[in-house]
């Protein structure tokens, strides 16, 4: 048993004690997870689980069992795995009314998608399943069994195991695909992954009507489970999941797909080249429709970029940063810089991630303090966290430290004077404040601020400072909960505008 961990425990005071009501306050932890999806690289053939059983320390130590079911077998027949109890001190850090009762784990081999023999059908290569488990724990051996799936709302755990060798062909991970697609295969920046750039051409707008034409990507192959972010709004994105059939109910921007041989397909529609705007959308039957809106009065070019690697952040990553040399254009890099990249992708040099941004605990300031916000409201939320012992990674300072005209109006009837900071809330500008949080909180180690793409929620204000510094024009805003004309910066000054902006 490992008891007593986390706090000391008090001697037990009750004198009877039902089954059922030490039950009723038991918990039971599992790694790999119930409910989720694992994916196990194929160097790895070992899967080790570890299960951890909590009860209120108010009821007397029990010898706990623990069984795991799993169908990891060659004719996936569901077996169980008793597990041994371990002596293991090292414990998660769970709420003080519990206290550690045991920890117990085992290790078993698994088959591995290497030494499963893959059907060829007439669709193409049919992938095996993952391989399920489920876990069941009582009291002692003359108790009943409680299965986690009946008394909690975890489903089984899916095991997805990678292949060494996945397939090379885009036609492997999308299958019925429109024949107007125009497919290449580029060189994607990220390490072992692969990439795709499809186009279609979309015909010119005339008179008002845009050009739209929707082409289908097919169906994604040998999948269990879908993301995407759509467009809940035009300034809003919102995250959509399911399994089964891909079915988002708006126009995503990004669709990614967890295959049953525990690789990451990834689907980047590219906006904003040759004023054509492109999304994806299901139809009734599965397939991914590449829907397209040309507003220029030539010809312009739907694009689509489709990647495969073994983790969805590496999938992720080689499909942004082609899109960046799409929207920037390759005549953008130097010659040299190009020389560097094609270097640093030969000697298999491993990208770097910023684990500390996307994993740490990040704290942002619109959901607590909302729009009427100040530098010491900031100051005042950070001291409390750290009394309570809360480290944070990265603070997101939002919306309302900038300098904005026409006080007390609706945001959308807002527009950005200048680049400093209100002087309200920020007497002595955004970096002070920035320095004075990095001095007395030194775990934070990233500090975002938000900002809109046109300045604010009403562009820019036409008497500010902003507007006299730059180029500025009208523009009609379409009609919605805002409407009416904005004054924004013209496109000939916006690479200068931000040059100087984030200096």
């Known amino acids: 048993m490992v008891a007593g961990d986390l706090i000391d425990t008090k001697p037990f005071q009750l004198k009877f004690v039902r089954v059922a009501q030490m039950l ?81 784990h085992a290790s078993f081999s698994l088959l591995s998608k290497q030494k499963v023999d893959l059907k060829s059908t007439a669709d193409g290569i049919q992938l095996p399943g993952p391989v399920y488990f489920t876990l069941k724990y009582r009291l002692s051996s003359s108790d009943t069994w409680r299965w986690m799936n009946e008394h909690s709302n975890l489903k089984d755990g899916e095991l997805y195991f990678q292949t060494q060798n996945p397939p090379g062909d885009l036609v492997d991970y999308l299958r019925g695909f429109s024949q107007d697609l125009s497919i290449s295969q580029v060189e994607s920046e990220t390490p072992h992954t692969s990439l795709w750039s499809l186009t279609a051409t979309v015909k010119a707008a005339e ?6 034409i929707d082409t289908s990507l097919g169906v994604p192959r040998s999948f269990s489970r879908w993301f995407s972010l759509v467009r809940i709004w035009s300034p809003w994105l919102g995250p959509r999941h399911g399994k089964g059939q891909f079915s988002p109910t708006e126009d995503a921007v990004l669709a990614s797909f967890l295959r049953m041989d525990g690789l990451h397909l990834v689907l980047l529609a590219v906006s904003g ?30 694009r689509v970029l489709a990647a495969v690697g073994t983790t969805f952040n590496t999938a992720l990553a080689a499909v942004m940063y082609h899109a960046r040399k799409i929207v920037r254009g390759d005549n953008a890099m130097s010659q040299a810089v190009k020389d560097e990249m094609k270097a640093t992708l030969d000697k298999d040099i491993k990208a770097k991630w910023m684990e500390n941004w996307y994993d740490g605990l990040t704290y942002c300031t619109w959901n607590a303090l909302g729009q009427d916000l100040h530098e010491q409201k900031i100051f005042d939320a950070l001291d409390i966290l750290k009394e309570k012992d809360i480290r944070i990674t990265n603070l997101i300072i939002d919306d309302n430290w900038q300098s904005v005209d026409n006080h007390g109006e609706s945001q959308f009837q807002r527009g950005w004077i200048d680049f400093e900071a209100n002087k309200e809330g920020f007497p002595n500008g955004l970096k002070h404040t920035a320095l004075t949080i990095r001095d007395k909180h030194p775990n934070i180690q990233h500090i975002a601020v938000w900002h809109a793409l046109l300045g604010y929620w009403g562009a820019v204000s036409p008497t500010g400072n902003i507007a006299k510094t730059y180029k500025t024009r009208e523009v009609r805003k379409s009609k919605g909960l805002a409407g009416g004309t ?10 200068r505008m931000y040059d100087d902006f984030y200096k």
């Open 24 to 104: 009723l306050f038991s918990n039971a932890l599992c790694d790999p997870p119930l409910g989720q999806a694992t994916v196990i690289p194929p160097d790895r053939h070992t899967i080790k689980f570890t299960v951890l059983l909590e009860s209120s320390k108010s009821f007397p130590e029990q010898n706990w069992e623990a069984v795991l079911w799993h169908n990891g077998h060659d004719n996936q027949e569901w077996r169980e795995l008793a597990l041994q109890e371990t002596e293991s001190k090292c414990v998660p850090v769970r709420p003080h009314y519990f206290s550690i009762l045991m920890r117990a």
């Open 207 to 212: 008179g008002k009507a845009s050009g739209v």
């Open 273 to 302: 080249v040759d004023d054509v705007l492109t999304a994806l959308k299901p139809d009734a039957h599965g397939n991914v429709i590449v829907h397209s809106r040309n507003d220029s009065t030539e010809e312009g070019q739907a």
């Open 486 to 495: 904005m004054t924004v910066v013209h496109e000939d000054d916006v690479p």
